[in-house]
């Protein structure tokens, strides 16, 4: 496995991997890695020759008041980790080469960006598509690879990827969950016991629609209800940023739910923000 910490190493590496014709799968992350994340880069693998990884905890996506400064980090962790699961090159640029002192062009997706996430976070999108445009240009892969537990962010890079002419094959990967539920995230090592036990709420919440809307209920508001109270019954001090019902690539709120509605919810649990969502039939 090979370590590249500079733009120009990257971009050499990569001209080398087109010149042999080999395929390069891309799996951006911001490190501190997860099952989650290795599933991602087995699934980039099974697609592409070569896997390459990039950690960077993109200052760009993150507003003043969020965890920017105590963002977990462990690069030798995520080395190991990133060799287990069969990744080749990880890609750790330095925050000065990617946003240089006089750095002032970012890519914006306008309206999906303003919805659900957006509201909370209106900052946050445009660091995020920023960062991956800035990694496809000096990467250049064939095929990219993201989780949907962030799924907005799949759908806003979606769309960032059609209407620039990328011409990068897009894959979502299911999201991996700790054994009670729980979807994991490098934020849940904030959390102490308590926070930890209650964070689960969420996908009590999501599991309780799937099973109304599997006995046949279609009203978001009657289903927002319920998850609502489950979420208050299993951590009574969370608060609900939202709870939405939308059509899985326009994010779009829906008034029935059918095969193609994600539920997504935001709540903060223990003073950390989570987010998880489900297709629900
Ligand atoms: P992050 O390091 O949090 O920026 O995430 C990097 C990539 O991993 C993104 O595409 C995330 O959607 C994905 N990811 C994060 N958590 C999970 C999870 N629990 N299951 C699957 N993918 C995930």
Excluded at 29 to 49: C, F, N, P, S, V
Aim: aromatic letters at 8%; hydrophobic letters at 40%; charged letters at 30%.
């Amino acid at each position: 496995m090979q370590t590249i910490r500079s733009i120009k190493g990257m971009q050499a590496a990569s001209r080398k991997l087109a010149r042999q014709g080999k395929g390069i799968g891309l799996v951006p992350t911001m490190g501190y890695l997860h099952e989650g994340h290795l599933a991602l880069i087995r699934r980039a693998k099974k697609a592409a020759d070569v896997v390459v990884v990039s950690i960077f905890v993109n200052p760009a996506q993150f507003a003043p008041n969020e965890d920017f400064k105590r963002y977990p980090r462990d690069e030798k962790g995520d080395m190991r980790k990133i060799k287990s699961a069969g990744g080749d090159i990880v890609f750790i640029p330095r925050t000065n080469d990617i946003y240089p002192d006089d750095f002032q062009t970012y890519v914006t997706v306008e309206k999906l960006t303003k919805k659900l996430e957006g509201k909370s976070r209106p900052t946050h999108f445009r660091g995020v598509t920023t960062v991956v445009a800035k990694l496809f240009n000096i990467i250049r892969p064939d095929v990219a690879v993201f989780g949907m537990k962030d799924y907005q962010q799949a759908v806003v890079l979606r769309q960032m990827m059609r209407d620039l002419g990328y011409p990068i094959k897009f894959i979502v990967a299911p999201t991996v969950r700790e054994k009670d539920g729980l979807a994991m995230s490098s934020r849940n090592r904030y959390f102490d016991d308590i926070g930890r036990w209650e964070a689960v709420c969420l996908y009590y919440a999501l599991r309780t629609a799937r099973e109304m809307v599997k006995g046949g209920v279609d009203d978001p508001k009657l289903v927002k209800r319920e998850m609502t109270a489950v979420i208050r019954s299993n951590c009574p001090s969370a608060q609900v940023d939202y709870i939405a019902f939308t059509e899985f690539w326009t994010l779009t709120s829906v008034r029935k739910i059918d095969r193609n509605t994600v539920c997504s919810l935001a709540v903060r649990v223990h003073d950390v923000r989570l987010i998880d969502n489900m297709r629900l039939c």
